[in-house]
């Protein structure tokens, strides 16, 4: 993938907290945290780290569920992160365990205590090549074990490790090897909560890595840019199928700035200053939502019904979206955001563009959602989902060949696809996306005003998240609902300034995020605090991890230890 200059800057190597956070009053908030994990890790190992690898969490702001199917987000880094102290294993210590020094072996320890310690190996496979003689062999790419249908914390550092092995580590006898390795992690980013815990622990486990084995010394280092294209892939690993927003949000965030995250014509991230008075709320539902365990009937199958619903779109729209050879047709996957560029005549012009015509693309969105999305209905009875053998007699593809394209690659569980509502929910969500971004852009101007408009859009991405994209949560409803109500509240200065409350994140539990003017924070916080049923009983401590403030905040960087 082609990346421009906002993605192209370095991974950033800091010396000083107050760089990693972006303020002294912000790394003092989390200096205690990050000296327990460096004495912790000396006292594990018996040596001290080298570097810490940080990744925050992100809260998606609006623009939910559409970044795989190449649509633009609106994504913010979070304080909350994931950290990674690690260093090589000194040569003596290994002396005593000879097999805890073999090229590239990990043990991995976590802070929190119902987490073991962990100990693995890569492995080089030798195969059979399509392109060797059958009596010769080949080195395969390296190897880790992870099991999809168990996840545990430490398939995430894997994931990460797997990126660095099989881009930096080349499976030749004659090229380097990595390095043995000691990590520790930590972190305050809740897991299934929706901001993003796995990505930014696999991004973290990547950078640190990277880190450890020396990648940011020389020419080879990736850029923030192929951070994100590397992560993305090792997510890939633990049976998600990620869009890349989160990725983006964690690696290339700056402080002070949500970010506009494009992925056409390339990875681009458009730093979006918010609103003087708009501060955002994250609220935890404490529903767990496990995007990885429940892929198959969840996340995968939107990814899956949002593809098929583009196939079935370029059909009826007769868009040549396959390659032809002669007698030969070779089928590709394709997005929403292609089957639109396409019918409005821009597509060509744009993979030779630097940037994307929002102009062009907002023209579009509307056009689509103005023709052939019936299309997507099954021919008779009142019921909007559709069923396998019409959606394939629906694309103009045989069955063999659908099955391949469509359902080979990912593991999905249905006899039904909900391709109309799908579709109609990213349209309308790319559409409020591009609203949200003009609305932050426009200069002068009342800004309760703008504040108004961006909760509309927010109360209106929920709604459709939870009525045409079927991805969030009794509870999380019932969050929103409490969220909302405080606009009902008597502040002292008036009615409670609560602007728009939705869902953030994949969805089916997790958490809120919600907009709220500067000065109602506070009483805006107590409220959720008392009003939500499911936070009865709890401590103030837990509470307080569970309903904070949060404004943009910095990117993923590598913190390099000094004596």
């Known amino acids: 993938m082609t990346v421009l200059p906002a993605a192209d800057a370095p991974i950033p190597i800091f010396t000083t907290l107050k760089e990693v956070y972006g303020s002294l009053a912000t790394a003092a908030k989390h ?3 990050w000296d327990e994990l460096v004495r912790e890790f000396e006292a594990k190992f018996g040596h001290k780290p080298t570097y810490v690898a940080r990744a925050p969490g992100r809260v998606n702001l609006i623009g939910e569920h559409i970044d795989y199917a190449d649509f633009g987000v609106f994504p913010a880094a979070i304080e909350h992160d ?6 090589p294993r000194p040569a003596p210590t290994a002396a005593a365990h000879p097999e805890g020094y073999a090229p590239g072996s990990v043990v991995a320890e976590n802070l929190h205590t119902r987490y073991t310690r962990q100990v693995f190996c890569p492995t080089r496979r030798h195969t059979l090549g399509d392109d060797v003689p059958l009596d010769a062999v080949r080195v395969a790419p390296w190897h880790l074990d992870i099991d999809k249908s168990e996840l545990r914390w430490e398939s995430y550092v894997k994931a990460g490790y797997y990126g660095v092995l099989n881009h930096f580590f080349f499976p030749s006898s004659i090229s380097p090897v990595p390095v043995p390795v000691d990590i520790l992690v930590t972190g305050n980013v809740p897991p299934g909560s929706g901001l993003s815990s796995s990505a930014a622990m696999v991004v973290s486990s990547t950078l640190a890595f990277l880190a450890v084995n020396g990648i940011f010394d020389g020419e080879k280092a990736p850029t923030k840019g192929e951070l994100v294209n590397i992560a993305m892939e090792n997510e890939r690993r633990v049976g998600v199928n990620s869009g890349g927003m989160d990725q983006s949000a964690s690696v290339i965030a700056l402080p002070g700035s949500a970010l506009y995250v494009s992925f056409v ?3 681009h991230a458009e730093p979006i200053v918010l609103p003087r008075d708009a501060v955002f709320v994250c609220a935890n539902s404490l529903v767990v939502s496990n995007k990885a365990e429940s892929a198959k009937h969840q996340y995968n199958l939107r990814v899956a019904e949002t593809l098929a619903a583009a196939r079935l779109l370029s059909h009826r729209l007769n868009l040549q979206v396959d390659s032809v050879d002669g007698e030969n047709t070779k089928r590709h996957l394709i997005t929403l955001r292609e ?3 396409r019918k409005s005549g821009f597509y060509r012009d744009e993979q030779d563009a630097q940037l994307e015509d929002l102009v062009l ?6 056009d689509m959602l103005e023709i052939a999305m019936d299309y997507l209905l099954p021919e ?4 909007t989902d559709i069923s396998l053998d019409e959606m394939i007699g629906k694309s103009g593809m045989g ?4 099955r391949e394209l469509y359902l080979s690659g990912v593991d999905v569980e249905t006899t039904h696809f909900e391709l109309y509502l799908r579709a109609r929910h990213v349209f309308e969500e790319a559409l409020r996306v591009l609203k949200f971004r003009e609305v932050c852009l426009a200069g002068g101007g009342n800004e309760e005003s703008k504040l108004q408009t961006l909760g509309k859009l927010m109360n209106e991405s929920h709604d459709s998240c939870h009525r045409q994209f079927d991805c969030s949560h009794p509870k999380v409803n019932d969050l929103v609902r409490v969220a909302r109500s405080f606009g009902e509240v008597e502040t002292g200065r008036g009615k409670g300034r609560i602007y728009g409350s939705r869902m953030t994140g994949a969805g089916w539990g997790g958490c809120t995020v919600s907009l709220v003017h500067r000065d109602d924070v506070e009483a805006f916080i107590m409220h959720v605090k008392k009003k939500y049923a499911s936070y009865e009983g709890m401590s103030e401590d837990d509470l307080a991890s569970c309903v904070f403030a949060t404004e943009p905040g910095t990117g993923a960087c590598v913190f390099k230890l000094t004596d």
């Open 82 to 87: 994931i950290l990674i102290a690690c260093a």
């Open 380 to 383: 008779f009875g009142d019921r």
């Open 265 to 267: 014509p390339s990875l």
């Open 399 to 402: 069955e063999a060949e659908f």
């Open 361 to 366: 693309l907002q023209k579009g969105l509307v």
């Open 339 to 341: 089957v639109l560029a």
């Open 31 to 33: 200096a205690e945290r």
